[in-house]
T-cell receptor, first 116, second 108 residues
């Protein structure tokens, strides 16, 4: 079975541009979450989707949006990019959306976004 | 909101020695998860602790959840070069609230 796949792996964008990041969860996983990891810090929660509905949103501006498709894959969109948006963007999938799960979250390898 | 703090930030260990990393939360946690991230990699799930006072072992790794469910620890015995990486604890309440991590380097 393939793990969580993310694309692209690396991306360079200019300030003010828009970016779309993609994630395919593990087969059978219905929950997808997005995290931002700045160098030297722990991942910060951005969104969680379950069954195509937003179930949680972190403390990020409205420039960040996401959606989940019927096949449970997901997109993260960021508008009006700022230099501070440069980070590793991680997608994580899990079997359940409830907080008690013995399975943990499976992370993808991430998309490294550089804003210049 | 939930804040999770980890100490130490860096741990330099002689190969074969033991060390412990600690995790403290500002609020009571429903459960806590631990992840390991190798340099240049992504977080990989290690374990979840749910019950007050719970202790779980994975080979040389011992995880504990405090009685008040506000702190946790990871103890590694006989450190090996394969233990290099950053260890994160994360409070889990539908979203993960990560600490800043403990970055471990090993001297051979």
């Amino acid at each position: 079975d393939a793990g969580v796949t993310q694309s692209p792996t690396h991306l360079i964008k200019t300030r003010g541009q828009h970016v779309t990041l993609r994630c395919s969860p593990i087969s059978g996983h219905k929950s997808v979450s997005w995290y931002q990891q700045v160098l030297g810090q722990g991942p910060q929660f951005i969104f969680q989707y379950y069954e195509k509905e937003e179930r949680g949103r972190g403390n990020f501006p409205d420039r960040f949006s996401a959606r989940q498709f019927p096949n449970y894959s997901s997109e993260l969109n960021v508008n009006a990019l700022l230099l501070g948006d440069s980070a590793l963007y991680l997608c994580a999938s899990s079997l359940s959306n409830t907080h008690v799960t013995n399975y943990g979250y499976t992370f993808g390898s991430g998309t490294r976004l550089t804003v210049v | 909101g939930q804040q999770v703090m980890q100490i130490p930030q860096y741990q330099h260990v002689q190969e074969g020695e033991d060390f412990t990393t600690y995790c403290n939360s500002s609020t009571t946690l429903s459960n806590i998860q631990w992840y390991k991230q190798r340099p240049g990699g992504h977080p990989v799930f290690l374990i979840q602790l749910v019950k007050s006072g719970e202790v779980k072992k994975q080979k040389r790794l011992t995880f504990q959840f405090g009685e008040a469910k506000k702190n946790s620890s990871l103890h590694i015995t006989a450190t090996q070069t394969t233990d290099v990486g950053t260890y994160f604890c994360a409070g889990n309440d539908y979203k993960l609230s990560f600490g800043a991590g403990t970055t471990v380097t090993v001297r051979a």
